[in-house]
C-alpha cells in the first residue's frame, strides 16, 4: 500500500512539473527546421517563426502526450498575410496516423484569417470545419487550446469552444485514442491553395512574415518508452481526462458556430453524395 501511494504521488508530481515547465520553449519544444528562421527568444518566453522566400520554418515538441489539455498562446503574421498558414496541431507518425489541427490561413490586409480545424484518425481526415475569428489575432496574442481525452477533443479560442468531436467508435467512427502525438507547429508558403482556393499569391515584398507563440502549458500525459505518466494516477490532477462541455459551454459553442463558422464537412452533400459520414449524423 505505500509502495502504491508513492507511486501515485510520484505521478502526481511528475504531471505538476510537466506543468509548471511548460512555458519554457528551450526545455519543451526543438526547432526542426527554418535555418535560423525560428527563434527562441527571452530566456526561453517566447518563440518566432518566419517565412521569406526561401522557406518557412517550424518546431515540434520534446514530448509526446497521450491525452492532454494543451494551450499556446499565437499571435499571427499581421498585414498581409495572402498566402501563408501557420499550422499548429498534433500528430503521430505512420501511415495510420491521428492528427488535431489548427491552420490559420492568411488573407489580404484588412480580411479576416480563416482558422482551419481538422480530426485524423488511423490516417483519415476529410473533417474540415472552418471559422472566422471574432476578434484581430494579430494584433495581440490570444489562447489556442485543444482538449483531448479519451471521450472528446474540444478545439477552443480564449476559453471559448468552437468545435467538439466526440468518440464515437461504438458507431464505427474510428477516434485517436492509441497513438501518442507531437505537438508541431510551422509558417510555410501555401498560395497554390491557402487564399481564395489560390488566387491570391503571396506578396513577397511583405516578408519576412512572423508569427510569435507564448505561455505554453500542456496538462498531460507524457509518453516515455510507451509507458504513460498518467497510467497509475487516478486523482483530481488528472479531472481534464473526463472533462466535458457544461451547458453554458455547450451555448458558446452554438453561438460561434451560429456566427462565425464558414464551412463544415458535415452540410456538405455535394462533397459526400453517397451519404455525410457516420458521426455527422449526430455532433461532430
Known amino acids: 500500500m505505500a509502495f502504491s501511494r508513492l507511486l501515485l504521488l510520484t505521478c502526481i508530481v511528475g504531471y505538476f512539473l510537466i506543468a509548471r515547465s511548460a512555458s519554457n520553449f528551450y526545455q519543451d519544444f526543438d526547432i526542426t527546421w527554418g535555418d535560423g528562421r525560428a527563434k527562441i527568444l527571452n530566456n526561453g518566453d517566447l518563440l518566432t517563426l518566419s517565412l521569406d522566400k526561401a522557406s518557412g520554418s517550424g518546431f515540434q515538441s ?5 491525452f492532454g489539455k494543451i ?14 498558414v501557420t ?3 498534433l500528430s503521430s ?11 490559420f490561413l492568411g488573407n489580404l490586409s484588412g ?9 485524423f484518425s488511423q490516417g483519415k481526415g476529410n473533417r474540415e470545419q472552418q471559422f472566422y475569428l471574432w476578434f484581430d489575432p494579430t494584433a495581440d ?4 487550446s485543444i482538449l483531448w481525452n479519451p471521450q472528446r477533443i474540444v478545439f477552443s479560442v480564449d476559453g471559448t469552444p468552437i468545435r467538439e468531436f466526440k468518440n464515437m467508435e461504438s458507431k464505427g467512427v474510428p477516434f485517436p485514442k492509441n497513438q501518442a502525438m507531437r505537438i508541431y507547429s510551422s509558417l510555410w508558403n501555401a498560395d497554390d491553395w491557402a487564399t481564395r482556393g ?17 505561455n505554453f502549458n500542456a496538462n498531460a500525459c507524457t509518453m516515455s518508452s510507451g509507458t504513460s505518466s498518467c497510467s497509475n494516477s487516478v486523482s483530481s490532477p488528472n479531472a481534464w481526462l473526463s472533462e466535458e462541455l457544461d451547458s453554458t459551454n455547450q451555448e458558446r459553442l452554438k453561438w460561434v458556430q451560429n456566427n462565425y463558422m464558414i464551412y463544415n464537412y458535415c452540410t456538405d452533400a455535394k462533397r459526400f453524395p453517397q451519404g455525410l459520414p457516420t458521426e455527422c449524423n449526430t455532433t461532430a
Not at 496574442?141 to 489556442?144: A, G, N
Open 198 to 214: 489560390g488566387l491570391v499569391k503571396t506578396d513577397w515584398s511583405q516578408a519576412p512574415f512572423t508569427a510569435s507563440y507564448r
Open 111 to 119: 480580411d479576416p484569417y480563416i482558422l482551419h480545424t481538422n480530426v
Open 87 to 89: 499550422a499548429y496541431y
Open 71 to 84: 494551450d499556446m498562446q499565437l499571435k499571427l503574421v499581421p498585414g498581409n498575410s495572402a498566402g501563408t
Open 93 to 103: 507518425k505512420g501511415a495510420t496516423w491521428d492528427e488535431i489541427d489548427f491552420e
Open 62 to 66: 520534446k514530448n509526446e502526450y497521450l
Open 141 to 144: 496574442f490570444h489562447t489556442y
